[in-house]
Every structure is written in structure tokens, then in C-alpha cells.
């Protein structure tokens, strides 16, 4: 069993950064691949990027390339989104999540329904 809260969403003018924070709690967090998506008002939940369970392989939504940094740190239990040069479109409540793989294959790091653990969210909202 994992529990999962997220961190640091707020209010910010487009242009400007946040860093989401997402500390897990129960037993063996290192081995779980680790992800984030996000979920605008009307709109299905999407993938923003994935971490493997040693930080080693990442992964992302083209949309977030060069703009967010996905990292973890196993001795804090604690996966990161560093989100830069953000844009409204980015307003969006953020979900961290935790799923256990045989394989870190694309679609399985980017579908809502391979992640066995989630958060309750943390709002983004990105003013212009």
C-alpha cells in the first residue's frame, strides 16, 4: 500500500515556474515507477512524465518537453515536477501516481489505468 500527496500547486502568471512535490508513504517506494498527469475542468486526465524506480529512465508529453523536469529522490520517498515557461493551458489539477511494471514500455508509463496508486491532486492554475 502506498499514499500519495501532492505539493505545491498554486496561483502563477504564465511565463513563471512551480515545483510540484509528491511524498509517498508505505513500504517499498523505490521500486514503484512513479508519474504525473494532470486533469483540466471538462477533459480527461492526461500524461504529463514518468520516472523510473531508480530516476534513470524519463518520460514525457511532447507538450512538456524542455519545459517540465520529473525527478525523484528514493532516500526522501519523494518524486518532483519542476515546471517552467508555464503557459495557461497548463491550468490543470496535477495527480501524482504509482504503479509497479514488469517493463517501463511507453504505453504502459503514459495509461491512467497501469498506475495502481494515486493522489488527490494539487491545483495549477496559470494566469495570462
Known amino acids: 500500500q502506498v499514499q500519495l500527496v501532492e505539493s505545491g500547486g498554486g496561483l502563477v502568471q504564465a511565463g513563471g515556474s512551480l515545483r510540484l512535490s509528491c511524498a509517498a508513504s508505505?513500504?517499498?517506494?523505490?521500486?514503484?515507477?512513479m508519474g504525473w498527469f494532470r486533469q483540466a475542468p471538462g477533459k480527461e486526465r492526461d500524461f504529463v512524465a514518468a520516472i523510473s524506480w531508480s530516476g534513470g529512465r524519463t518520460y514525457y508529453a511532447d507538450s512538456m518537453k524542455g519545459r517540465f523536469t520529473i525527478s525523484r529522490d528514493n532516500a526522501k520517498n519523494t518524486v518532483y515536477l519542476q515546471m517552467n515557461s508555464l503557459k495557461p493551458e497548463d491550468t490543470a489539477i496535477y495527480y501524482c501516481?504509482?504503479?509497479?511494471?514488469?517493463?517501463?514500455?511507453?504505453?504502459?508509463?503514459?495509461?491512467?489505468?497501469?498506475?495502481?496508486?494515486w493522489g488527490q491532486g494539487t491545483q495549477v492554475t496559470v494566469s495570462s
Open positions: 508505505g513500504r517499498s517506494f523505490s521500486t514503484y515507477t
Open positions: 501516481a504509482a504503479g509497479l511494471f514488469l517493463e517501463n514500455t511507453i504505453v504502459t508509463v503514459t495509461t491512467t489505468s497501469s498506475y495502481f496508486y
